[in-house]
């Protein structure tokens, strides 16, 4: 992930988890690199960065020496594990992060940032959340030299910033420290609700940058700190926060659209292609691909499909619908009771509107292999996303990179960050009101030929210029002045 050149930046990377699965094979730890877009979007930096990745390696390792032999491992992509107890790394990510109210990751910061209320505190999981943001400040403080940049990422690690600049001033250290949020950051209302929200922004406000996906989660997480704990914001951009003034800016993350069309070139992928096209000849194919996850609207785009075929007979066996739900959290109770509702739902719809030519829906509660996916893409003639609250969501990218010879239409909800961009060439619905959605998956499936050209050179443009590599650059350029 990255290599050695003394003329290079020092970055140090910082994850909950490794993007790297570590394996035991015949007594030894074996490494591989994942796919994960985070990992993508670093990939344009090693030519002027060299830089190490800071993480959980996902296994719980007691023993020194296989401690030693999994470090050693991971050292040959420049990753360097933090171990936790595997009770403790449950705590932090399932507990204060996830909808379960044992867990800080899963059950509180993650629906508090997705808008989500009911969300019950416990001091316990947030004990954890703090001690593994401690162990993460120790381990990369003292790894780090001085004058480097390190970047942290995402809301497991909000206490890190500050964690960390604190031992690092203890050392006689000064680094340049950058936070990127991938989720949405909440209006107040909503960030309120949390009795430990004043230590979590303090934490971020000990960054030099700080980035969001838009506009509006910046301008929200600005209104906090000002609200919250008095700091002033009259500089655009720019938060004075007691002695230190902090930048928070929008960065627009994206794919490497060359990983899809290079996929698409393939032989394998060409022959699906085939394959599909000829099931589907003469039907309009609408594709969804979202993690089994409730901030993701699933419930409401199958209710919403549903009111569609009530609305047009005439399309029936002319329109179907693949709905791809890569599971998700399958050991948090909600997400177990939201899979069995949307299989119901989808047992319901095929019941209803089936007939023997065929069933309108096609629901996978799997993964779907990337080659396969990318075949999915290009034969789909609407990408349907029907998010309550997201971040960015890449796979409205991922669609449009795929959709060169076919020109098909991007459904997209109001509330995904991509909408804040890719509105113009898409058609956007908010996802609570059904008949809305509904006639927007009819505005798709009818359009003509000239406008769905168009509306795809116009998101095809766009992703091509905001490309994962160019995010990663333009965040640790202006991290870089930052230092200066």
Known sequence: MGSTTPDKRNLIIVSNRLPLSVKRVDGEYKSSLSSGGLVTSLSGLTKSTEFRWFGWPGIEVKDAKDRELVARSLAEYNAVPIFLDADLAHEHYNSFSSISPLYFCDSILWPNLHYQSGVVFDDHPWQAYKRVNECFADAIANAATNGCLIWVHDYHLMLLPRLLRERLLEQGKEC????????????????????????????????????????????????????????????????????????????????????????????????????????YRGVKVIIGVDRLDYIKGLTQKLKAFDMFLDDHPELHNRVVLIQVAVPSREDVKEYKELETELSTIAGKINGKHATPNGTPLLYMHRSVPFDELTALYSVADVCLLTSTRDGMNLVSFEYVACQDKRNGILVLSEFAGAASFMKEGSITFHPANTTELSEAIYKATTMSDEERKKKHNTLRDFINLNTSAKWGENFIEKLTQRCR
């Open 176 to 279: 340049a420290i950058g936070f990127s949020l991938h989720t949405p950051f909440p209006a107040g209302d909503f960030w309120r609700t949390l009795p430990v929200r004043k230590d979590l922004i303090e934490g971020i406000l000990s960054s030099d940058l700080i980035g969001f996906h838009t506009d509006e989660y910046k301008q929200n997480f600005i209104d906090t700190c000002a609200n919250l704990l008095g700091a002033r914001i009259e500089i655009p951009g720019k938060i004075q926060y007691k002695d230190r003034l902090i930048c928070a800016d929008k960065f627009i993350v994206g794919i490497d659209p060359m990983k899809f069309k290079d996929a698409l070139q393939k032989r394998e992928v060409q022959d699906r292609i085939r394959e599909l096209e000829e099931r």
